[in-house]
C-alpha cells in the first residue's frame, strides 16, 4: 500500500489532511516527556549553552504496510553542543549489533517465533548526568 510521505517539519504535519493524527501524536509526546519529568522551563542564564530542538515525524507501519500508529518525536538537536563543556560521555542505550545478531541466530536455532516490539519513549529510560538545555520549539505554546 502506498502512502504519503512522512512529514519533514511540524508546519508540514499540521497542514495536510492527517493534520489530526500527528497532533495526536504530538500530544503523546509531550504528555510523555512532562509525566517522565524529562523537561522543566527555566530562565535563560547568559552560562547556558542552549541548543535547538526538531520535531521528528514517523508512521509506524503494520506487517500489511497499513498505518499502525503516527509517531511525533521531539528531538534535540545534540550535534551543536561541546565535548567536555556541555557533555562529558557519549553512550547509546541500544543493544550492540552483534547482540541482536546472537539473539536472531538463537532463536532460528531453536525454533522460536520473534514478534517485533516498539517501545514508546526507549531514549526516557536511560540516564543523562548533565544539564541539556533547549529552546522551546517555536510552534510550541507553553503558559
Given at each position: 500500500?502506498?502512502?504519503?510521505?512522512?512529514?519533514?517539519s511540524?508546519?508540514?504535519?499540521?497542514?495536510?489532511?492527517?493534520?489530526?493524527?500527528?497532533?495526536?501524536?504530538?500530544?503523546?509526546?509531550?504528555?510523555?516527556?512532562?509525566?517522565?519529568?524529562?523537561?522543566?522551563?527555566?530562565?535563560?542564564h547568559?552560562?547556558?549553552?542552549?541548543?535547538?530542538?526538531?520535531w521528528?515525524?514517523?508512521?509506524?507501519?503494520?506487517?500489511?504496510?497499513?498505518?499502525?500508529?503516527?509517531?511525533?518525536?521531539?528531538?534535540?538537536?545534540?550535534?551543536?553542543?561541546?565535548?567536555?563543556?556541555d557533555?562529558?560521555?557519549?553512550?547509546?542505550?541500544?543493544?550492540?549489533?552483534?547482540?541482536?545478531?546472537?539473539?536472531?541466530?538463537?532463536?532460528?536455532?531453536?525454533?522460536?517465533?520473534?514478534?517485533?516490539?516498539?517501545?514508546?519513549?526507549?531514549?526516557?529510560?536511560?540516564?543523562?548526568?548533565?544539564?541539556?538545555?533547549m529552546h522551546?520549539?517555536?510552534?510550541?505554546?507553553?503558559?
Amino acid at each position: 500500500m502506498s502512502h504519503k510521505a512522512d512529514p519533514n517539519s511540524f508546519y508540514e504535519a499540521i497542514s495536510g489532511n492527517e493534520r489530526e493524527n500527528w497532533v495526536n501524536a504530538i500530544q503523546e509526546e509531550l504528555a510523555e516527556l512532562i509525566d517522565r519529568g524529562t523537561f522543566s522551563l527555566l530562565e535563560h542564564h547568559p552560562s547556558m549553552h542552549i541548543i535547538t530542538s526538531k520535531w521528528v515525524f514517523k508512521k509506524k507501519l503494520d506487517a500489511n504496510g497499513e498505518v499502525e500508529r503516527y509517531k511525533a518525536q521531539l528531538c534535540a538537536r545534540g550535534f551543536t553542543q561541546r565535548y567536555l563543556v556541555d557533555y562529558f560521555e557519549t553512550t547509546s542505550p541500544v543493544a550492540a549489533h552483534t547482540t541482536t545478531r546472537l539473539f536472531l541466530f538463537t532463536a532460528v536455532q531453536e525454533g522460536l517465533h520473534l514478534i517485533k516490539y516498539d517501545v514508546k519513549n526507549a531514549y526516557l529510560n536511560s540516564s543523562v548526568d548533565e544539564d541539556i538545555y533547549m529552546h522551546i520549539p517555536q510552534d510550541l505554546k507553553v503558559n
